[in-house]
């Protein structure tokens, strides 16, 4: 990455940002200067859309803070609802292509949790990441013996470890074995989300462009994880968060402080709304 101008030269008509590792901190916070700069963002006509592995209801806490008024991208795109959770579109994996994801994901030791577009499934409350994830998404999980019943309702699988070289080895495995079926790939270091393969946050990008009628140019998307660079792809502008891995900063026009150091709001201010400009040593730019 080069050093860049103080402004990318196309106009900025829209921001995409992901949540979790991006727009809220470790602690799941909004901060004051997040939601000033989402402020700033509509002062400049510049639109907000945010897109999440979460469920929908995940992102309700968002909603009033931030007076998003733009559809919401639930599930890296497998369900997008208004703000007041009306359904636009729902993306399911198929039936047969869910029983071979979650046979991998058993027979390989990873924790699964099955979302549906309204409710998500566990076999074991006290598994790991279960009361983490409730905490998130601020609803509860339904405990079953069985995932059967669920396989053709299924719009996310996650597969769970804390082992992060499995969770690698997982994503690259079924990215292989399920093809162009699925949408696989990690949105933390121990969640692999499974989708169909149109759920994806590039996906989101491409319906951003088509439901507001702009140019992918004219495009800012901010994250931190690998599922995030489909939609860096999308976008004439890039931003990876400070905490981000080497090929995801790579992959990012810009690279921004970490989600603990308001790297969200900073790169508002900095690489959308133009505020100064700061060298820094990897020979891209990074947000103040």
């Known amino acids: 990455m080069g050093v860049a101008p103080n402004r990318p030269a196309a106009t900025i008509k829209l921001v995409i940002a992901d949540v979790d590792g991006t727009l809220v901190t470790s602690a799941k916070e909004l901060t004051q200067r997040s939601i000033d700069a989402v402020k700033k ?44 959770f009306k359904t636009l579109g729902v993306r399911l994996i198929a039936a047969d292509v869910a029983r071979l994801v ?71 495995a079924l990215q292989q074995i399920a093809g162009d079926r ?12 499974i989708t169909h393969p149109e759920a ?9 462009c088509k439901h507001y009628g702009i140019q992918p140019e004219n495009i800012v998307t901010i994250g931190d994880m690998p599922n995030d660079v489909l939609m860096f792809e999308k976008s004439g502008v890039s931003i990876a968060m400070g905490q981000s891995s080497p090929e995801v900063k790579k992959a990012a026009t810009y690279v921004t402080a970490s989600n603990d150091e308001e790297g969200f709001a900073k790169a508002m201010e900095q690489f959308v709304l133009g505020a100064r400009r700061q060298p820094v040593a990897h020979g891209g730019r990074a947000a103040s």
């Open 182 to 193: 699925v949408s696989a790939a990690l949105s933390q270091p121990y969640y692999l989300d």
């Open 200 to 208: 994806n946050k590039g996906h989101v990008a491409e319906l951003a």
């Open 41 to 84: 963002l509509r002062k400049a006509e510049i639109k907000f859309v945010i897109t999440s592995g979460r469920p929908p209801r995940g992102s309700k806490m968002l909603i009033e803070p931030l007076q998003l008024t733009e559809p919401i991208g639930g599930f890296n795109g497998g369900v997008i609802v208004t703000p007041d």
């Open 102 to 172: 979650l046979q991998f994901l058993i027979e390989h030791g990873l924790t699964v949790f099955l979302y549906t577009d309204i409710d998500w499934f566990v076999r074991d409350v006290n598994a790991p990441h279960v009361a983490r994830e409730q905490f998130t998404v601020q609803f509860a999980p339904r405990v079953v013996d069985d995932f059967e019943p669920f396989v053709d309702k299924v719009v996310k699988l996650v597969g769970v470890t804390d082992d992060f070289g499995l969770a690698k080895r997982s994503e690259k």
